[in-house]
């Protein structure tokens, strides 16, 4: 047997009771383990799974040859890639915006390590 919201609250309407979703505070926690790398330069690949970043600092040129030494590397989920691209690409366009354009040389956009996997 129903019944009608004003006639159980003697004739008053009721408002739906509407909770405000609370932010909960973020923080981040530095293990042991936590470390700090400067990268002049990165090597981007892609697995069936991840995306990793081999993060580069020195290189070294002979006659025949450019070596990078690498100083760590970055394997994200997709979902994480994607995430650094978007936060990336804002807070760049941020600083841009307060600083002036960020220049690449060419040299370090034309490094060609497609043979490497």
Not at 32 to 41: D, G, H, V
Not at 45 to 63: A, G, H, M
Not at 75 to 94: F, G, M, R, V, W
């Amino acid at each position: 047997m129903g019944y009608n919201m004003e006639e159980k609250n003697e004739g008053k309407s009721v408002e739906p009771i509407v909770t405000e979703k609370k932010e909960k505070e973020v923080s981040i926690a530095r293990t042991p383990i936590f470390s700090k790398t400067y990268a002049t330069n990165v090597f981007v690949t892609k697995t069936d799974s991840d995306f990793r970043i081999e993060l580069l600092n020195e290189k070294f040129e002979t006659e025949d040859r450019v070596q990078f030494h690498s100083d760590g590397l970055v394997i994200l989920t997709n979902q994480a890639a994607k995430k650094l691209l978007l936060t990336l690409s804002k807070k760049i366009e941020e600083y841009e915006n307060k600083s002036g354009e960020i220049e690449i040389d060419e040299d370090r956009m034309n490094v060609d390590l497609s043979h490497i996997e």
